[in-house]
C-alpha cells in the first residue's frame, strides 16, 4: 500500500496518517515550497506550530497546493499546537494559528510543552492559575479543532493530566526513534487509547541515527533508504515491512547508544521516564 494511505485510528474514531511532514527548521521561503512538493509526493500530514514561525508562509502554500491539485481540505490532517507562553489564551491562540494557516478548523491541536511560560503580552489573564485541560477540552465544542492532545509528555505528566481531564488526549506527541524507544511511555499511552506520535523519528537535529552503519545496512537489504528504515521502525510498516532480526538489531541500539536529542531546560523535570542508559 502506498505510504500515504496508511494510518492509524485515533480514540476520536478518526485516522491520522502515519508519515507525517514536519515544518520545523525549514529556512524562511522554503518551508512552504518543501510542503508543496511533500503534499504532491503524497503527504496528507502536516505537523504545524506557531513556535515554528512559519505558519503563514505554510497557510499561503497549503492553499496554493490545494488549489493546484484540486485535493480537498478533509483529505488532509493538519496539527498545529499550542505554544507555552500562550496556556492562558488557549482559544486566541488556536484562532492566531487558524488564521495564519488560512484553515476554518485544525484535525489535532497539541499542547507544546508540559510547561507554562509567562505571557509575552503582560495584560494576558490568570497566568500560572489557569486550567489549560480544560480549556483545551472547550475546544472540542467550537468546531475549530477535530482532537485534541499534547506533547512531550511523560507517563508522570500524562497521570497528572488524566485525574482531572474530562477528555482522554487523541495523541501524545514525542521523540521517538530506535535511541530513544520509550517503551514504558509506549505502553502507558496504548493502555490509556492515546495514539503516541514521533517526532524527530531520524532522531532530530545533531542526529547521526541515519549514518548509522547498521541502519545503513538494514536500508542497502530492503533496497531503500536509511530514512526510510526509521520510518518503518517506527510504525513497523510505515514504508516497508523490516523483518524481526532487523527490528530486533535496531531495538539493541538503545542499549549502548540511547540518546535524547530535543532536552531543552525547563527548569524543571520533564523527562520522567529516561534512565541511565539515555544519554
Ligand atoms: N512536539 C515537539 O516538541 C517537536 C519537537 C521537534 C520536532 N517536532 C516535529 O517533528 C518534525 C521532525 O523533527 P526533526 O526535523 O527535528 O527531526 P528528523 O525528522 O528526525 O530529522 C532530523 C535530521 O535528519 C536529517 N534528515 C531529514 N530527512 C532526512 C532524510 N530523508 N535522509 C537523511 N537525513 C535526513 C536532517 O538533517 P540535515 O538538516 O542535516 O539534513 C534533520 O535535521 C519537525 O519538523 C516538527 O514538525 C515536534
Known sequence: MEFSKKTFKLNTGARIPAVGFGTWQAAPGEAGRAMQTAIRAGYRHV????????????GLALTEVLKETAIPRSELFITTKLW??????????????????HLDYVDLYLMHWPVSLPPNDASAPNFGKED?????????DTGLVKAIGVANCST???????????IVPAVNQTELHPLLPQDKLSQY?????????AFGPLGGKGSTLHTHPMVLD???????????VL??????????RLDETEIAKLDRLAKTEGRRFNR????TTIFHDDDKSVG
Open 47 to 58: 505537523d504545524c506550530a506557531p513556535l515554528y514561525w512559519n505558519e503563514k508562509e505554510i
Open 156 to 166: 508522570i505528566n500524562l497521570e497528572k493530566l488524566l485525574m482531572t481531564a474530562r
Open 231 to 240: 520510518l518503518s521502525w517506527g510504525s513497523t510498516w510505515a514504508i516497508f
Open 189 to 197: 499511552c496504548k493502555a490509556k487509547g492515546i495514539h503516541q506520535t
Open 132 to 140: 489549560r485541560t480544560a480549556e483545551m477540552e472547550k475546544l472540542l
Open 264 to 267: 531543552p531546560n525547563w527548569r
Open 218 to 228: 538494514i536500508a542497502e537489504k530492503n533496497k531503500g533508504t536509511s530514512g526510510q
Open 84 to 101: 507555552s507562553s500562550q496556556h492562558s489564551q488557549v482559544e486566541p491562540a488556536l484562532r492566531k494559528s487558524l488564521q495564519d494557516l
